[in-house]
């Protein structure tokens, strides 16, 4: 029985029709989701930091980790995770954003009048 494609044009991609009968731990592993821990955490930590007063602490947090995710993501190829990296940059910027540069712009258009 010829082995099935799977996805792409990487040999890695075919599959043994016999590997669907093995137990679960006699598999081969196939290659997981990217491994980019500052990236994923970058991205987790930039949305949670749209939440006003949250975003004051995480905000900063979150673009930090974004730039190490890129330094990461480009010392190790295989790691990937820019994608993750670059939304943590844009939810971290714009946590700030809403967090720092908004309640600034209504204190001088709201308060000092």
């Given at each position: 029985?010829?082995?099935?494609?799977?996805?792409?044009?990487?040999?890695?991609d075919y599959?043994?029709?016999?590997?669907?009968?093995?137990?679960?731990?006699?598999?081969p592993r196939?290659?997981?989701?990217?491994?980019?821990?500052?990236?994923?955490?970058?991205?987790?930590?930039?949305?949670?930091?749209?939440?006003?007063?949250?975003?004051?602490?995480?905000?900063?947090?979150?673009?930090?980790?974004?730039?190490?995710?890129?330094?990461?993501?480009?010392?190790?190829?295989?790691?990937?995770?820019?994608?993750?990296?670059?939304?943590?940059?844009?939810?971290?910027?714009?946590?700030?954003?809403?967090?720092?540069?908004?309640?600034?712009?209504?204190?001088?258009?709201?308060?000092?009048?």
């Open positions: 029985m010829p082995a099935t494609r799977r996805r792409g044009d990487d040999q890695s599959e043994d029709p016999i590997d669907r009968y093995r137990p679960a731990a006699d598999r196939k290659k997981g989701p990217p491994q980019n821990p500052n990236a994923n955490t970058a991205y987790t930590l930039g949305m949670i930091s749209l939440v006003p007063c949250l975003g004051g602490l995480l905000g900063p947090i979150a673009v930090i980790l974004a730039f190490m995710g890129f330094a990461h993501a480009k010392a190790n190829p295989d790691a990937g995770g820019k994608g993750r990296a670059r939304g943590g940059l844009a939810f971290g910027l714009l946590g700030c954003f809403i967090n720092y540069v908004l309640p600034f712009i209504f204190y001088v258009l709201v308060a000092v009048r």
